[in-house]
């Protein structure tokens, strides 16, 4: 049974870090991409970053370019997702998601990917 658990959100203030970690079981870590997928309240769900198979390209979402980075370590079963510079705006719940579409698209749906976490909640608040 493949099985997703996110870990690693909380409350900060505007300007502040997190790190997102995704750790996966029940499958072979490398076998495809890994994604981080959002959903602020009230909002559709955003396609954040797919990281390939291999770990060697991440794909990101425009409002998140250069203040989001996505890795993934095979070794550990892990994917992690380093959130520098939050905003206001990217309070969400974090989902790491597995299985998705064949091209990297801003707006998704649940049934887009196959395997889904239980998320981890990120507030930006002052």
């Known amino acids: 049974e493949v099985q997703l658990v996110e870990s690693g959100g909380g409350i900060v203030q505007p300007g502040g870090s997190l790190r997102l970690s995704c750790v996966g079981s029940g499958f072979t870590f490398g076998d495809s991409g890994l994604s981080w997928v959002r959903q602020a309240p009230g909002k559709g769900l955003e396609w954040v970053s797919y990281t390939s198979r291999d770990g060697r390209s991440t794909l990101y979402l425009d409002s998140v370019k250069g203040r989001f980075s996505a890795w993934v370590d095979n070794a550990q079963n892990r994917l992690y997702l380093q959130l520098d510079s939050l905003e206001i705006e990217d309070t969400a719940m974090y989902y790491c998601?597995?299985?998705?579409?064949?091209?990297?698209?801003?707006?998704?749906?649940?049934?887009?990917?196959?395997?889904w976490g239980q998320g981890t909640q990120v507030t930006v608040s002052s």
């Open positions: 998601a597995k299985n998705g579409p064949g091209a990297f698209r801003p707006l998704v749906y649940r049934t887009d990917f196959r395997y």
